[in-house]
């Protein structure tokens, strides 16, 4: 059975940071494109950032450019999302996703693997 599981989050004033976590169990997930998305009340999800290829290729959302960083250790089958200078308008449920095998993918519903999601909150 495959599952991710996120960690990391929680409450933050602007300007912090914070470092969010997927573990995956079930099967590797090397050759996959990893993909964090989020999604806050009242809105669609979204996507935030992407990891993927052999050398850990990375595309982040205009939105998050610069102050995200995507990256995955194979070896832990885990990918993580470091988050710096956040701002209140990054409030919102994260979500680990695995997609294909196929390089870049920023639509949600190209993902086929879900984690239950953590919150994070940016307090102004």
């Known amino acids: 059975q495959v599952q991710l599981v996120e960690s990391g989050g929680g409450l933050v004033q602007a300007g912090g940071s914070l470092r969010l976590s997927c573990a995956a169990s079930?099967?590797?997930?090397?050759?996959?494109?990893m993909g964090w998305f989020r999604q806050a009340p009242g809105k669609e999800r979204e996507f935030v950032a992407a990891i993927w290829g052999s050398i850990s290729n990375t595309y982040y959302a205009d939105s998050v450019r610069g102050r995200f960083t995507i990256s995955r250790d194979n070896a832990k089958n885990t990918v993580d999302l470091q988050m710096n200078s956040l701002e209140p308008d990054d409030t919102a449920v994260y979500y680990c996703?695995?997609?294909?095998?196929?390089?870049?993918?920023?639509?949600?519903?190209?993902?086929?693997?879900w984690g239950q999601g953590t919150q994070v909150t940016v307090s102004s």
């Open positions: 079930g099967r590797t997930f090397s050759s996959n494109v």
């Open positions: 996703a695995a997609g294909p095998t196929a390089g870049l993918r920023v639509r949600a519903g190209d993902y086929h693997d």
